[in-house]
């Protein structure tokens, strides 16, 4: 599959957020990563549908993957939609009704994703994996950038890797949290391809510089993929 690097608005600059963004998708993101936090499911709080709404009117053509890090997103989904989400995830975690919450998304006229903290096993996903559009592993515990990849991540990533081939799926492979330069050819070469990416592309230095030399980290390690 096609190796694609989403950037993750977490991390950028949230008074010129759509120069940012737009910085981030000419250096060759080609999805952008919104980070949805409620300060009760994670203990951060971000943005809701009005940021969404507005940054849609700045970048009309993007694919918007809306992350819900959130308690009930039921409640909310419609809004998310509505604001100009393209991709939904939600959490395995916080979802009492998994199924019904990614039917739900569907229903809305958006892709539907499925969300793992680290310390939740990938085969809690096995009921659902051939609904979703894709599979997010957190190789972070969620509510903030900047940390430190986990490396038994990676377990996870070749778990879903096999079982896609195995079952014959179609789900995509996401990874979000300490995707950077030094750790993203491990994160590929284990079977990830959308790679959301936020402090390693808007931390510190020129945006679309740093964008373009992490895909291009990404894409020779996917040459070195068996």
Same mark, same amino acid.
């Given at each position: 599959?096609?190796?694609?690097?989403?950037? !993750?608005?977490?991390?950028?600059?949230?008074?010129?957020?759509?120069?940012?963004?737009?910085?981030?998708?000419?250096?060759?993101?080609?999805?952008?990563?919104?980070?949805?936090?409620?300060?009760? %499911?994670?203990?951060?709080?971000?943005?809701?549908?009005?940021?969404?709404? !507005?940054?849609?009117?700045?970048?009309?053509?993007?694919?918007?993957?809306?992350?819900?890090?959130?308690?009930?997103?039921?409640? %909310?989904?419609?809004?998310?939609?509505?604001?100009?989400?393209?991709?939904?995830?939600?959490?395995?975690?916080?979802?009492?009704?998994?199924?019904?919450?990614?039917?739900?998304?569907?229903?809305?006229?958006?892709? !539907?994703?499925?969300?793992?903290?680290?310390?939740?096993?990938?085969?809690?996903?096995?009921?659902?994996?051939?609904?979703?559009?894709?599979?997010?592993?957190?190789?972070?515990?969620?509510?903030?950038?900047?940390?430190? %990849?986990?490396?038994?991540?990676?377990?996870?990533?070749?778990?879903?890797?096999?079982?896609?081939?195995?079952?014959?799926? !179609?789900?995509?492979?996401?990874?979000?949290?300490?995707?950077?330069?030094?750790?993203?050819?491990?994160?590929?070469?284990?079977?990830?391809?959308?790679?959301?990416?936020?402090?390693?592309? %808007?931390?510190?230095?020129?945006?679309?510089?740093?964008?373009?030399?992490?895909?291009?980290?990404?894409?020779?390690?996917?040459?070195?993929?068996?």
């Amino acid at each position: 599959m096609t190796i694609e690097l989403v950037p !993750s608005i977490l991390s950028a600059n949230f008074a010129r957020l759509a120069d940012d963004a737009k910085a981030a998708l000419d250096g060759g993101g080609t999805v952008l990563h919104l980070d949805v936090m409620d300060g009760h %499911f994670v203990p951060n709080i971000t943005i809701g549908p009005p940021v969404v709404a !507005s940054l849609r009117k700045a970048l009309p053509d993007v694919t918007f993957d809306c992350h819900l890090m959130i308690e009930n997103p039921d409640n %909310f989904i419609p809004a998310f939609a509505e604001a100009g989400a393209n991709w939904i995830s939600v959490h395995q975690e916080a979802c009492v009704h998994l199924h019904r919450t990614l039917q739900l998304i569907e229903e809305h006229g958006c892709r !539907s994703g499925v969300v793992i903290n680290p310390a939740t096993p990938v085969h809690t996903l096995d009921e659902v994996l051939d609904m979703v559009h894709h599979v997010l592993v957190m190789s972070v515990n969620p509510g903030f950038g900047g940390q430190r %990849f986990i490396p038994w991540s990676l377990n996870k990533i070749k778990t879903l890797a096999e079982v896609r081939e195995t079952l014959g799926m !179609s789900y995509r492979i996401e990874v979000d949290g300490g995707v950077a330069v030094d750790t993203v050819g491990d994160i590929v070469r284990a079977g990830a391809e959308l790679l959301v990416a936020g402090n390693a592309v %808007f931390g510190r230095g020129d945006i679309r510089e740093n964008a373009k030399k992490l895909l291009g980290a990404a894409r020779a390690a996917m040459l070195t993929r068996a």
